[in-house]
């Protein structure tokens, strides 16, 4: 296979050029569906959020939520600007939260911050005043906290940006430049930050994809968490890169959710780990006929029995 010499966010904006009235995202849970054209336009009204409050190419932002659209719009939005996402486990203990920060340096951090849930705006809010270089709190949906900012305004600040200075920034990104920092588990010691490129895991998406027979007309069931590069690389942007269609049952893993999902959507490949694959093969509304459409996927994390 030739290398590909692009960024991830000239890849995007082709595929959604060329299959812009096709399933791109979907979240069953919260009954949200776009579109190619209307997932690029959330993507670049993200990446103009992102320039009117202050984050630059080169910047890095941690993104600390559970599976929701707005963590696939922030991470695309984080590489077309030429920024790295950092990604970290929605169950982190505070003193990984801090960690990871503070080593990466991150001066942003996304936060799903439900409303009825001010645990994660109250953590993030205590790290924005126990590290340095975190300058930025955005949550991912409405906030009174004045140390942090509303996902509604961030999308509303990105109106004072033009779309000719997103196109000139976003041209500027190279394939060599760094996309993200993902953390180990830190099992033997602390997490250990690895940098990874936009052409290394574009071709690295392009190889896996293509191994598995992954083309356009694939729907994908994604409920592997995405601060995982499983969830996030291997399965979402993988997927987008070829132009397939991401089905996100659930924000937190549900059988019951993701067993009604497959059919609904006739899903064409499934991803997990063992565990989670067995949890699904034993629940009690587990029907073998609901799975006809799937074909492909990946099992990894562990030994499969």
């Known amino acids: 296979m030739m290398i590909i010499q692009k960024t991830i966010g000239q ?13 791109a995202l979907v979240h069953t849970e919260l009954g949200i569906r776009y579109d190619y054209d209307q997932l690029s336009d959330q993507i670049d009204r993200t990446a103009r959020g992102f320039l009117n409050h202050g984050i630059q ?4 932002v941690a993104l600390w939520s559970y599976n929701v659209p707005e963590w696939i719009f922030s991470m695309m939005a984080l590489a077309k600007i030429g920024a790295m996402t950092v990604p970290i486990d929605p169950a982190a ?18 936060i799903a911050g ?13 790290a924005k005043k126990a590290i340095p270089s975190l300058e ?22 990105g109106n004072a940006i033009e779309q000719d ?24 010691g602390r997490p250990k930050g690895v940098v990874l490129d936009h052409l290394g895991v574009i071709n690295k998406s392009m190889v896996v994809t293509d191994r598995q027979g992954i083309s356009a007309e694939d729907i994908l069931c994604l409920f592997f968490p995405l601060f995982h590069m499983f969830g996030n690389t291997c399965i979402a942007l993988a997927g987008l890169l ?7 049952p659930c924000r937190r893993f549900d059988p019951t959710k993701i067993l009604a999902t497959i059919p609904a959507e006739k899903c064409t490949a499934i991803y997990g780990s063992p565990s989670m694959l067995i949890a699904l093969l034993d629940h009690p509304q587990f ?4 799975w006809g459409s799937l074909a492909k996927g990946i099992i990894g994390g562990a030994p499969c029995p």
């Not at 890849?11 to 399933?23: N, V, Y």
């Not at 930025?136 to 600040?157: C, K, N, Q, R, Y």
Request: proline share 3%.
């Open 242 to 248: 070829r132009g397939a269609a991401l089905v996100m």
């Open 165 to 188: 200075r997103l196109v000139n920034i976003a041209a500027a990104v190279t394939p060599e430049d760094p996309v993200a920092i993902m953390y180990t588990s830190g099992t033997t």
């Open 287 to 290: 029907r073998k006929s609901d």
């Open 114 to 126: 439900e409303n009825d849930d001010k645990e994660d705006v109250n953590a993030a809010i205590a």
């Open 57 to 60: 190419p080169g910047d890095k």
């Open 11 to 23: 890849m995007i904006a082709d595929i959604a050029k060329t299959l812009s009235t096709r399933d």
């Open 136 to 157: 930025h709190i955005f949550v991912m949906h409405d906030s009174s906290e004045t140390d942090a900012i509303s996902w509604s305004e961030l999308i509303a600040g």
């Open 93 to 110: 203990s505070k003193d990984t939260l801090h960690y990871i920060l503070g080593q990466s340096d991150s001066c942003g951090l996304i």
